[in-house]
C-alpha cells in the first residue's frame, strides 16, 4: 500500500502477527440516524459518499483500524465501511462488535442479548454488511451475565475462520478477567472519565501480571496517552509499553474513552 503519510504502528498481539496504525477511525458517525431504548442514539443525517470519502483518504493516510458495531445505524455502518474498503480489504483491519439487539429496517433497536446463538447471528450478519469473509476483532457490546460462555463461543468462531481475534467493549472487571483467558482475546476498551476511578485498568494490570496467574497472559496492559474525545464518544488508542511486572513478549492491549455504559452509542 502506498500512502502519503506514515502512522505510528502497534501490535494488535503477538500471536497475531498484525499490526495497526496507533490512530484508528471509529465509525459510529457514519451510521446516521438510528433509536435505542427509545432515544435518537446516532449522529443524525450523513452523507454516504463522504463517509466512503473520508474512509479511503483515511487509508491513503495510513489508518489501518476502523472501529464499528453492528448496532451503530442498526447495521448501516457496517454496509458503508464494507463499501469504502471495497477493493482495498487487505490494508484494514476491521473491529465489530455485538450484543445490542436491533432491527435494521426500521433502525430501531434496543435490549441484550449475548446468548451463543445470537453471537451466531451476529457474526454472520457482520460479515454480509462488511463484505468480507473474515472480522479480524470483534468485541463484546453489552453486559453479560456468564462471560465465559461468550469467550467459548468466541473461540469456537475463530476456530471456524469466521473471526480473528476478539475482546470485550464491555469494561466491567469481571468481564475483562473472564476475556483474559481466552487464547484469541486482544482487546479491552476502556471507559476513562475524569470523575469516575480506573477499575477496568486496574484488572487489566492483575490479568496481565504473570504472577497474577502462575503464566504469561495473551495480552498485557500499559499507560497509554489518549486523544481527548467529544463528551459521551469513545476513542480508542493503544498501549506503547508494558508496565512493571510483565514481559516485552505479551501482547498491548486497546483501551480508549466512552461515555455511560451502558449506552448503544459507545
Known sequence: MTTTS??????????????????????WAIGGPWSFDGRPAGWGDVDDAESIRAIRRALDLGVTLFDTADVYGCGHSERVLGRALAGRRDEALIATKFGLRFDEAT????????????????CEGSLLRLAT????????????????????TLESLVAEGKIRFYGTSNDAPEVI????????????????????????????????????RGRRSPWACSRASTVPAEPGRRRTTFAATP????????TPFLRGTHASRRSARR
Do not use: Y
Not at 505510528?8 to 495497526?20: I, K, M, Y
Not at 434496543?110 to 451466531?120: F, K, N, Q
Not at 476475556?179 to 475524569?194: E, I, R, T
Not at 508496565?243 to 505479551?250: D, F
Open 177 to 212: 478477567e473472564a476475556f483474559a483467558a481466552g487464547p484469541h482475546c486482544a482487546s479491552v476498551q476502556q471507559q476513562l472519565n475524569v470523575f469516575g476511578g480506573n477499575d477496568a485498568l486496574a484488572a487489566c494490570e492483575r490479568t496481565a501480571s504473570p504472577r497474577s
Open 107 to 122: 433502525r430501531t433497536g434496543g435490549g441484550e442479548d449475548t446468548s451463543p446463538g445470537h453471537i451466531r447471528r451476529a
Open 6 to 27: 506514515s502512522l505510528p504502528q502497534r501490535s494488535l498481539g503477538g500471536r497475531s502477527g498484525a499490526s495497526v496504525s496507533a490512530l484508528g477511525l471509529g465509525c
Open 243 to 250: 508496565p512493571t511486572g510483565t514481559t516485552s513478549t505479551t
Open 133 to 152: 469473509d473474515r472480522i479480524d476483532l470483534l468485541q463484546l457490546h453489552a453486559a453479560t451475565g456468564d462471560p465465559d460462555a461468550v469467550v467459548a
